[in-house]
């Protein structure tokens, strides 16, 4: 097992999946707001026309198979037109949250991002995945949810972030929250804080949910780094067992 978070970034698959765009009919905007999204990764993404295919749609393709599929639409309304302040100040709801299968399928894929100001979308990928988990947590009332926050005092900074966090922890989920201690959350807020100042509190971001055994509800994991200011390494996976070995680093370590 790794034995740091970074070691972990060695145990992902990198599988080599595309992204194709299947008669698209939507303006060349549409499509460079997706590129601008994928910018700079190793997901390529191509175009095709098929006679016997709908209009916009965008397929997950891996080894020439079709893995998963979505609309360009679902796109739109769930990443390609929305900012990262719907989440900080909670406007979006956490039932509202999605990834479409075709972004979803990225799992185990080693992206790097940017965030604001260098990039007004790529750092969007990793926040929205990491609400999917969240929502995964607080729709399953139990197991446990692991998350990093740098500075915990975005627990009360991002009112999003709060709400979210005060939901799952009220659902029955048994949530721990680490980062450096620069703020104490009141004694009924439902989570369990872990603080320090060492390179995991301070440089690292994981949204990590362990079901339990007899639950429905698949577990996930996301981890990033942030090695240089503002510029992330990350990816996510649902393998059960790679999970679960995030889990106990996690667990046993900080």
């Known amino acids: 097992m790794a034995t740091s978070l970074r070691g972990f970034f060695d145990d992902v698959d990198n599988p080599n999946r595309t992204l194709v765009l299947i008669n698209r009919s939507s303006p060349d905007a549409i499509r460079n707001l997706l590129g601008t999204l994928l910018e700079g990764q190793s997901v390529s993404i191509d175009e095709i026309q098929r006679p016997d295919s709908d209009t916009d749609i965008v397929a997950l393709v891996e080894d020439s198979e079709v893995i998963a599929q979505s609309t360009l639409d679902d796109l739109l309304n769930s ?31 080693p992206f790097r991002v940017r965030g604001y100001p260098a990039s007004n979308k790529e750092k969007l990928l990793l926040i929205t995945m990491s609400r999917v988990i969240e929502r995964r947590a607080a729709e399953s009332g139990s197991g446990t949810l ?3 926050f740098q500075r915990l005092s975005r627990l009360t900074d991002e009112q999003g972030t709060r709400d979210v966090y005060e939901a ?18 009141p004694e009924a807020f439902p989570v369990a804080v872990h603080t320090g100042d060492s390179y995991p509190y301070r440089r690292s971001w994981f949204v990590v949910f362990t079901p339990p055994d007899e639950g429905n509800i698949d577990p996930a ?30 667990a046993t370590s900080l």
């Open 79 to 109: 990443i390609l037109m929305i900012n990262s302040d719907l989440y900080k100040t909670g406007s979006r709801e956490l039932d509202e949250v999605s990834l479409p299968a075709v972004l979803e399928g990225l799992d185990e894929i």
């Open 146 to 148: 692991r998350a990093s």
């Open 168 to 185: 799952v922890g009220n659902s029955g989920t048994d949530v721990h929250v680490y980062g450096v201690d620069d703020w104490t959350p």
């Open 221 to 250: 994991a996301l981890v990033a780094l942030e090695d240089e200011p503002n510029l992330w390494d990350g990816f996510w996976t649902f393998r059960p067992e790679l999970v679960d070995q995030i889990e106990q680093h996690i």
